[in-house]
Structures are given as C-alpha cells and as structure tokens.
C-alpha cells in the first residue's frame, strides 16, 4: 500500500489522501493510533504544506507521547551530540530506528516552543492561520514574532539550555546510571567470589 517507503520498524502508518491508517498487530493500539488519528486531522484542518518537524511534532503532543521517557531520551540526545537544525531535523526523521527516535521528542520541542513563543501559550493561533491558507513562516512569524531562521536558531539555544545531562540525570537518568552500575557491580563479586564457593564444595563427602 506504501510502496515499499514504510520502513520496516514503523509502528503504524497514516495516508491523508485516503484517510487510511496502518496498525502493526504488535504495536499499542491506543497510542498509536492517536498519533496517527493526529495527522489526519492536522492535514484536514491546514490548507498550506508544513515541515515534517512540525507534522511529526505535533502528532507526539497532541496524542500525549510527551511524557519522561521522551524527555530523558531528548536529554540523552543532547547531551550526547549537538542539536540538528530544524532542516536537518527532517532528515533525521526520515532516517533509521535509532535517529528517529532522538528526532521525534527534538520535534515535539520545537512544536511546544512555538506554542511557549506565542501570547497565548498555545498552538492554535498557529493552526488558524495555517488552516486559512497562510505560509507557514509566515504563520510563524505573525505568532511568534520571529522569522522561521530567528526560531530556528533560538530553539537550539533553548534545547541545549534545558535539555542537558545535568537535566537528564536530575529528570531520571541518574537512576539508569545507578541501575547500570548496580548490575555490572554484581556481576564483578559474583566473578570475584566463585573461587571461594567452589572452594566450599571441596572435601564433602556425602552418603550415598
């Protein structure tokens, strides 16, 4: 049905143009499909073409999937790299499992900052301008005060701000680190300590 361009560890599929959405059997229903029921109502609401950011962006927010998990991986993400500019954002969404899933809570960022930039604090103005046909840097400009390049740029800087391994360890990621080190411990005394328990079995003499 896609054409071969689903890859292989997508959990569902959304096409617009026949309102279809595509569920793997092993996949949460409930989840899933609140992401995917996001981007049909986002392209039958908005007249004008939007990035794949903010699409795949907004599909995380509105169905909840901003939680700790998404957090502490955009933590993670990071800490461990520099943060992509929204155009190469696009093509991280576009790439494997592992860039995918850094690619989408950076996404889901961006579509928050630009609710946090606006009066309002939140996204519909946006919306309303895109579904009466407005550009979309142009919506963003009018809701935000900023060119699409000036938000671009001031969104790494709020990225790399809030999101840090400082952040990561106080959000959770301490616990991962503890866990991880909790494991190889017992790992390393179980090593350590086999001589002498199989030393203990020596000189037994048990009845028949």
């Known amino acids: 049905m896609t054409g071969g361009r ?16 595509l569920i793997r059997a092993d996949a949460d229903p409930t989840a899933t499909l ?16 939007v990035p794949l950011w903010f699409d795949e962006g907004y599909a995380v927010w509105a169905a909840g999937e901003w939680g700790m998990l998404h957090q502490l991986s955009l933590n993670l993400a990071v800490a461990t790299s520099a ?10 969404l576009r790439g494997g499992e592992v860039q995918v899933s850094a ?4 996404a889901a960022s ?35 005060g ?4 000036r938000f671009d740029e001031t969104w790494q ?3 790399r701000r809030r999101f840090s391994l400082f952040t990561w360890l106080i959000a959770g990621g301490a616990w991962f680190v503890f866990g991880a080190l909790l ?26």
């Open 6 to 21: 689903a890859p292989r560890w997508g959990a569902a599929l959304a096409l617009p143009r026949s309102r279809t959405i």
């Open 34 to 49: 609140q992401h995917e029921l996001a981007h049909l109502v986002l392209n039958e609401v908005i007249k004008s073409r």
């Open 83 to 92: 943060t992509p500019p929204l155009d190469t954002l696009v093509l991280a």
């Open 103 to 106: 690619a989408y809570p950076l």
């Open 110 to 144: 961006a579509v928050l900052e630009l609710a946090r930039r606006n009066p309002s604090g939140s996204i519909r103005p946006l919306i309303e301008r895109l579904a009466a046909g407005e550009e979309f840097g142009s919506a963003v400009h009018a809701t935000t």
């Open 146 to 149: 900023l060119t699409l390049e």
């Open 157 to 159: 800087q709020m990225v």
């Open 183 to 208: 494991v190889v411990g017992m790992r390393l005394r179980r090593r350590a300590d086999r001589p002498r328990r199989l030393a203990l079995d020596e000189g037994w003499e048990l009845p028949e």
